[in-house]
């Protein structure tokens, strides 16, 4: 029998679309177990199209958690994340030997693996200020308060994300702490082990996939979707793609060929800055996807 630090979680992880679920359920099957989900998109159940989750005869095959168990309304963070994952691997630990955890939010596998600060959460009041600010003022607004207050992390943020600008501010005003000192804290000791595996394709190949998800998706209804969420646009859930490029469609700033093709550019974005993230792991082994038996055999070749 296993002690809790011989268990372990087998990462999956790699760029949007190059095909992290169908290859998670396949290893969750081979092992019996359950699959932790860390796609911060993914857990919200109204995004039922444009996040690309698993559909409902995947779920059934492999129990899957954090997925759609929140609400585009419910405001949750990654250290919010690290505490319920936390707890729920220690639950499955009872019955597993080895979970799977997959999904391309390299934060939230982050907090997991070796844990984040325990940051403040947002204050309210604050938030509603500087999300009316940035509708009111643009991103610039944000990024000048930002370089006021943290210039430090200035040089590790997204400059162009505004809500990783609106967190990083709000923290520092809250607090009156720099953001970047607060998220210096040493790692967290976990009581299992890990092994990466990460997932990447050619460039040309991943590029032909999400142009041909996006077009899935538009066939399974994004466009309608989009256009019930609209209302909600200023939630944090929804400044996603897939969904502000559509909205940018709704309010009649494009045409509906541009926000697709907006949402093509931008997915392709979005998969480089994650490999940038997955590629600075000196642990993560690299295969394409469609290499499962090397995959499988790295696995077994690695198991406690």
Same mark, same amino acid.
Request: aromatic fraction near 10%.
């Given at each position: 029998?296993?002690?809790?630090?011989? *268990?372990?979680?087998?990462?999956?992880?790699?760029?949007?679309?190059?095909?992290?679920?169908?290859?998670?359920?396949?290893?969750?099957?081979?092992?019996?177990?359950?699959?932790?989900?860390?796609?911060?998109?993914?857990?919200?159940?109204?995004?039922?199209?444009?996040?690309?989750?698993?559909?409902?005869?995947?779920? &059934?095959?492999?129990?899957?958690?954090?997925?759609?168990?929140?609400?585009?309304?419910?405001?949750?963070?990654?250290?919010?994340?690290?505490?319920?994952?936390?707890?729920?691997?220690?639950?499955?630990?009872?019955?597993?030997?080895?979970?799977?955890?997959?999904?391309?939010?390299?934060?939230?596998?982050?907090?997991?693996?070796?844990?984040?600060?325990?940051?403040?959460?947002?204050?309210?009041?604050?938030?509603?200020?500087?999300?009316?600010?940035?509708?009111?003022?643009?991103?610039?607004?944000?990024?000048?308060?930002?370089?006021?207050?943290?210039?430090?992390?200035?040089?590790?943020?997204?400059?162009?994300?505004?809500?990783?600008?609106?967190?990083?501010?709000?923290?520092?005003?809250?607090?009156?702490?720099?953001?970047?000192?607060?998220?210096?804290? &040493?790692?967290? *000791? #976990?009581?299992?082990?890990? %092994?990466?595996?990460?997932?990447? #394709?050619?460039?040309?190949?991943?590029?032909?996939?999400?142009? &041909? #998800?996006?077009?899935?998706?538009?066939?399974?209804?994004?466009?309608?979707?989009?256009?019930?969420?609209?209302?909600? #646009?200023?939630?944090?859930?929804?400044?996603?793609?897939?969904?502000?490029? %559509?909205?940018?469609?709704?309010?009649?700033?494009?045409?509906?060929?541009?926000?697709?093709?907006?949402?093509?550019?931008?997915?392709?974005?979005?998969?480089?800055?994650?490999?940038?993230?997955?590629?600075?792991?000196?642990?993560?082994?690299?295969?394409?996807?469609?290499?499962?038996?090397?995959?499988?055999?790295?696995?077994?070749?690695?198991?406690?």
């Amino acid at each position: 029998m296993m002690t809790n630090s011989d *268990k372990q979680i087998i990462i999956i992880t790699g760029p949007t679309a190059v095909g992290k679920t169908k290859l998670s359920i396949e290893v969750a099957k081979f092992f019996r177990t359950e699959i932790i989900s860390a796609d911060s998109r993914q857990f919200y159940k109204e995004l039922k199209i444009g996040t690309a989750p698993p559909s409902d005869s995947e779920l &059934k095959e492999v129990k899957h958690h954090f997925i759609g168990h929140l609400s585009i309304y419910d405001y949750y963070n990654v250290s919010k994340y690290e505490n319920d994952a936390i707890k729920k691997i220690d639950s499955l630990f009872k019955d597993h030997d080895r979970l799977i955890m997959t999904g391309g939010s390299g934060l939230y596998i982050d907090a997991v693996v070796k844990g984040i600060d325990d940051l403040p959460d947002a204050d309210t009041d604050t938030r509603e200020y500087l999300k009316a600010k940035f509708e009111a003022e643009g991103i610039t607004s944000l990024q000048v308060m930002l370089k006021n207050l943290d210039p430090e992390f200035c040089k590790q943020v997204d400059m162009n994300n505004p809500a990783r600008l609106i967190r990083a501010v709000e923290v520092c005003m809250t607090t009156g702490l720099k953001y970047s000192d607060l998220r210096k804290s &040493k790692n967290k *000791k #976990r009581n299992f082990n890990c %092994l990466f595996i990460g997932l990447n #394709r050619e460039k040309n190949e991943l590029i032909e996939i999400i142009k &041909k #998800r996006t077009n899935i998706m538009i066939q399974q209804g994004l466009v309608e979707e989009a256009t019930e969420l609209y209302p909600f #646009r200023n939630l944090n859930a929804l400044n996603t793609v897939g969904y502000t490029e %559509l909205f940018e469609y709704i309010e009649g700033k494009t045409t509906l060929e541009q926000a697709i093709e907006n949402i093509n550019i931008n997915t392709r974005k979005y998969a480089k800055r994650q490999l940038t993230w997955f590629r600075k792991n000196k642990a993560m082994q690299w295969f394409h996807p469609n290499d499962k038996e090397k995959i499988m055999n790295y696995i077994l070749n690695n198991q406690r």
